[in-house]
């Protein structure tokens, strides 16, 4: 059941970026005319609405497919349509039963929400939304690093941010892009001598350690950091 939700998520995710691909192609064409350029970018909308039907209806027939949901909101928000969005999720959240089977699920369609709220310049009810999955499901590092990111961006909390962002680097194996987004956390709380452990990690977990560590002394100098520099 999982592969069978990921592989309609991606299958979806591949028909819209082929009609966009087709689009962007028929545009760059030499000596294309613009009814051409039109008619190429209307088959383009016509398969993302095509996606979007199948997702609506693999969902309608197994609700509990998170992945598959967290595709369809998110080409909702990028089309604009994110109250549609946040209906999609309100509707996953009525149809999944409050059990542990679908504590996962469940979780994730809060997430899916948050972000739809998100586009929708819904912030506190995003808040809350993120604050909801975390109750069900507090060992998902997704929503944990989602929940820190909403601290530091909406109320402005970066110590509340660092502990959300390290309880997901504890609960999983996290990349080179999770620490460095650690490191600018705890420089934002002037906690500078942990944001160089933080920026260690990031650097362990790069192959082009060189590079990595150039763009990281740069930014710094940008931002005025010449002795964490």
Do not use: C
């Not at 996953?92 to 997430?111: D, H, I």
């Not at 109320?155 to 996290?174: F, G, N």
Request: proline share 3%; aromatic share 4%; hydrophobic share 40%.
């Amino acid at each position: 059941a999982g592969e069978a939700d990921e592989l309609t998520a991606d299958r979806e995710q591949v028909r819209i970026l082929g009609g966009l691909a087709v689009a962007r192609l028929a545009r760059n064409r030499p000596g294309v005319t613009r009814p051409e350029v039109e008619q190429a970018f209307a088959s383009a909308r016509e398969q993302t609405e095509r996606a979007l039907d199948n997702m609506r209806d693999a969902l309608e027939a197994n609700p509990d497919w998170w992945a598959t949901r967290e595709r369809l909101i998110a080409t909702l928000n990028q089309t604009g349509r994110a109250e549609e969005a946040i209906a999609v999720a309100n509707e996953a959240l009525e149809a999944l039963p409050e059990t542990p089977k679908y504590r996962r699920a469940r979780s994730r369609a809060l997430l899916d929400r948050s972000r739809a709220q998100q586009s929708a310049g819904r912030f506190e009810e995003a808040f809350q939304s993120l604050q909801q999955a975390v109750e069900i499901h507090p060992r998902d590092a997704v929503i944990r690093e989602n929940l820190a990111a909403a601290y530091a961006q909406y109320k402005r909390d970066p110590d509340s941010a660092i502990r959300e962002l390290l309880t997901a680097i504890q609960l999983q194996r996290s990349s080179a892009a999770r620490y460095e987004r650690l490191a600018s956390l705890l420089i934002s709380a002037d906690r500078t001598d942990e944001a160089l452990d933080a920026f260690s990690e990031a650097l362990k977990r790069v192959e082009d350690k060189a590079s990595f560590a150039q763009r990281i002394e740069q930014n710094l100098i940008r931002s005025n950091l010449t002795d964490l520099a």
